[in-house]
């Protein structure tokens, strides 16, 4: 079960309560931890697979023990009998923009609409026909809404799954360089996830600092789209025409920092942030900060001045998860953040060298690779083709990978650098972990490697024990073996990563001095922010990757940096931070 599966189900029952006149402050503890779930760049499965699903922001333990029963036995009896005690006909109305679950349960008691699995088509049937208008609370203008949006909804264009990280990103940056080149933006961010740089991102959510508001949502509402949702002083929202939904905010640059914060999030962070205000006699909101007492409203133009009249130091946007920054920040003990100019070195890029590899072959020379990692400013880059097909004899894959080394040094050694300091080459390779724990490299073709990066590319849905023996027999089986390759396997949208115990894994990382890569591919970041605090947290080596198929791909670090970011990682955390002297110490220390 996926996470937003889960984070539907929860949903729902806040939804069942509202209806029942349940508790608000219950109704809150299920929405505040759907909203977490929905963003967590891990699996619920992983957290209760590691008894530590009450680690996830906003789970307490009557959510958690609701959740162990769901994955012990499919449902949880509590939650099955709160559904039963409203209108099933409910929960697909709340897929329908703009109707929350009091509006829902009007709609489907006084129309009677009794088939869930009918139910938007027969509601958009009555709207048609003039029978929304008359029901007390909704008129004539709410009726044309909901035909609006039961077309949105059929359309797909909301609701739809989350996108990843740098496609996101590809977007916003996108819709931002149409704004500024309107003029009469004094600055310009992103909001939200985005912000804070999650793995998947839902809308694009942007904030504007101006003194001309109008003029820049006027400009907002030319971007190509598909409909205009909403419209009014202080904000727009376009449905685009890629399907995606964009919000645009404004705010007058002294109030600016204050509004930035507020919709930067996460919810769980602003909550604590709340809390701590509130002891102080505070009260934040998107417009400055408010005395309880004397009533007066205090603005800040900056997130640093907003943060620091709380008692805090600035709280990097990746921290604010509810992870223990606040107690961090509030006694100095926040983490100086890796940053991308601290990387200088891509150990993952593969080339176009065919050596009949096991999977796809990249699309650049070494040259071009080298000089792209010029550009970037590296000391060094590795690399990690695929191990040749298997489907040859050991010999033939001996032969394959001395030809490789012999074609790589002889183009290395052609190559001309126009900088001065010229930019080294490891002689790597990404070697399959077979599903027994072998690696799919003969023992002999290791001479011809400085190191191998080993990672999963199979058998996927093997036991916890079995996929445990197989990493820890992988990392274990040659010297030479130094990095641990997108180690849990995920794809973001499309596939679980393995279902390890990451303690052991981790264990037998650290005594072998091995590194676990962040890979910053889109459809990976894997490592998991997760993963990685717990990595940081137990001092284990890592490394951040492209593994690049094209040399623009080597352009993505950024998001595996984000990734480490989030994971509280800092420079030292990172082992291609060092310089290419003690970069190499540490690589071919076991050489022989």
Known sequence: MTNLEIATILRKVAAAYLVLGENRFRIIAYERAADSIEHLTSEVKDYWDDHKLEEIPGVGGGIASNLDELFRFGKSKHWETVFASVPQAIF????????GPK?????????KLKNANTVIADLEKAAKAGKIAPIEGFGEKSQSVILESIGIYKRGAIKENRMPL????????EVISYIEKGGGTERIDVLGSLRRQVSTVGDIDIAVATRKPEAVLERFLTFPHQKIIDHGPRGATLLLSNGRQADLRVQTPEAYGAMLQYFTGSKNHNIQL?????????????????DVKTGKIKKYSTEEAFYKAVGLPMIPPELREDKGEIAAAKTGKLPKLVA????LGDLHVHSNYDLHSSHDLGKNSVHELLTKAEQLGYEYIGFSDHNPRANQTANEIVDIMKRRKDAYETQYASWKPTQKQRVRMFLMCEVDILPDGGLALPEKAFA???????????????????????????LTKHPKVRILGHPTGRLLGSREGVDADWPKVFAVAKAHDIALEINAFPERLDLPDTLVYDAVKDGIRLVIDTDAHASEHMDLMQYGVSVARRGWAQKRDITNTLGYNDFTSWLT????
Not at 103 to 111: H, I, R
Not at 166 to 173: E, F, I, K, L, S
Not at 456 to 472: D, E, G, M, N, Y
Not at 589 to 592: R, Y
Request: zero cysteines.
């Open 274 to 290: 709340r809390t701590l205000a509130l002891e102080q006699g505070k009260s934040l909101n998107e417009y400055g900060i408010k």
């Open 589 to 592: 220390k076991n050489a022989g």
């Open 92 to 99: 697909p109305l709340l897929l329908v923009p703009g109707l």
């Open 448 to 474: 011809y490697v400085d190191a191998v990066i080993v990672s999963v590319h199979s058998a996927f849905t093997q036991p916890k024990a079995q996929v445990t023996a197989r990493l820890i027999s992988a």
């Open 103 to 111: 509006k829902a349960y009007q709609l489907v008691t006084t129309l």
């Open 340 to 343: 991308p100019g601290d990387i």
């Open 166 to 173: 740098p496609y996101a990103d590809q977007v916003a940056r």
